[in-house]
């Protein structure tokens, strides 16, 4: 795509957020402070290894955010992982930070380092908002949650359809393997902005406490190595249902590859994953949430291949799981699980038991 058409992609996105500026006088402008954390204990045991016993503060993160009008606000995200920074270990990065205007319901704007939506949890990734200790595996080699970049977005929500359109920097063809594309990910740094990526969601809402949505996004990824563009595309369909003490999530994804040469003879990636889970504390007739629940996961980086055969199966990984998910109030849970993952290729298996904590406000 030429420079042209690059500006006026983004001209679109934040033209009609200044034309419809308008102030209220009687309005107090307003900083507020949220944040997330968690806690967690994994204990993992792989066919013919010795077991990985490991207890780590994951996440730290806090948000603010500024409201300089009812319709226009600043809103940033700050992450620090594993406790601290030092040599290699450890991150801290900068997961939103976007000027965001609110003209109505039905349209808003945001610009700076924004989040694409893709799936549920890459928007909305709190402790208390999941079942399980660790987030879904295809969550994170799928998606890859959690994905964030500088770039622009309109978003709304009209007659319980909610929509966002969003254009960002694009993803580094260099770090796509059979893995996937989550070594792709820029994370705003000094981004590439050759190629930009294009990504469009559409949700349902209209029915109390389902969610039904599915997202595009699309981009000729650049390699920075070669003079080749390596282009993804990437549709994933996503189902949450939390009402009358049922919890239901589905979650489906498949990505295509323009260059399969460029990967290792990759074609595409594929994965899903489905949870089940019930409150039985509302048979107890108490407050606190009480959710057992049971996952199957299904998920292969590089579901198809020039070659077929065996590197079809090579990172082919299904997942059993059952845990138990307790909220003694919305924003604080408790978590324990175990799970068994199993590789198709060598038929290897890895037991896992976690426990976690995780707050949100």
């Known amino acids: 795509m030429n420079n042209f058409l690059k500006i006026t992609a983004l001209a679109t996105l934040t033209i009609p957020a200044i034309l419809f500026a308008e102030d209220d006088e009687f309005f107090t402008p307003k900083s507020t402070i949220g944040g997330y954390g968690e806690l967690h204990y994994n204990h993992s045991k792989a066919d013919g290894s010795d077991a990985e016993k490991i207890l780590d503060f994951h996440r730290f993160v806090l948000f603010y955010s500024h409201a300089w009008t009812p319709k226009w606000s600043f809103k940033s995200e700050v992450e620090l992982e594993h406790n601290f920074v030092k040599e290699g270990q450890g991150e801290l990065e900068l997961e939103q930070a976007y000027i965001d205007y609110h003209h109505s319901d039905e349209f808003g704007f945001q610009v700076g380092v924004v989040l694409p939506s893709v799936g549920l949890i890459n928007e909305w990734h709190e402790p208390p908002l999941f079942l399980s200790v660790e987030r879904p595996s295809y969550s994170k080699n799928i998606i890859p949650t959690t994905w964030f970049g500088n770039g622009a977005a309109i978003y709304g929500n009209v007659k319980g359809f909610d929509y966002k359109f969003t254009v960002m920097e694009g993803l580094d063809a260099t770090g796509f393997s059979s893995s996937g594309i989550r070594s792709?990910?820029?994370?705003?740094?000094?981004?590439?902005?050759?190629?930009?990526?294009?990504?469009?969601?559409?949700?349902?809402?209209?029915?109390?406490?389902?969610?039904?949505?599915?997202?595009?996004?699309?981009?000729?990824?650049?390699?920075?190595?070669s003079s080749s563009n390596n282009s993804v595309s990437l549709f994933e369909f996503h189902a949450k249902y939390d009402a009358n003490n049922f919890v239901g999530v589905f979650e489906l994804g498949n990505i295509t590859y323009g260059e399969p040469d460029l990967i290792g003879g990759v074609e595409s990636s594929f994965g899903y994953y489905l949870d089940l889970g019930y409150n039985v504390g509302s048979f107890m007739n108490c407050d606190t949430k009480?959710?057992?629940?049971?996952?199957?996961?299904?998920?292969?980086?590089?579901?198809?291949?020039?070659?077929?055969?065996?590197?079809?199966?090579?990172?082919?990984?299904?997942t059993w799981m059952v845990g138990l998910s307790v909220k003694p109030i919305d924003q604080v849970v408790f978590k324990v699980d175990y799970g068994v993952s199993k590789n198709e290729l060598s038929d290897a298996k890895t037991k896992m038991f976690n426990f976690g904590a995780g707050y949100m406000f």
Request: glycine residues 10%; negative net charge; proline residues 1%.
């Open 184 to 225: 792709g990910r820029q994370k705003g740094f000094e981004s590439n902005a050759e190629d930009l990526l294009y990504n469009f969601r559409l949700n349902y809402t209209g029915v109390n406490g389902l969610l039904v949505g599915t997202s595009f996004s699309y981009n000729n990824a650049t390699h920075v190595d």
């Open 290 to 318: 009480i959710i057992p629940f049971f996952r199957w996961e299904d998920y292969n980086t590089a579901a198809k291949t020039e070659a077929g055969g065996d590197s079809e199966k090579a990172n082919h990984l299904t």
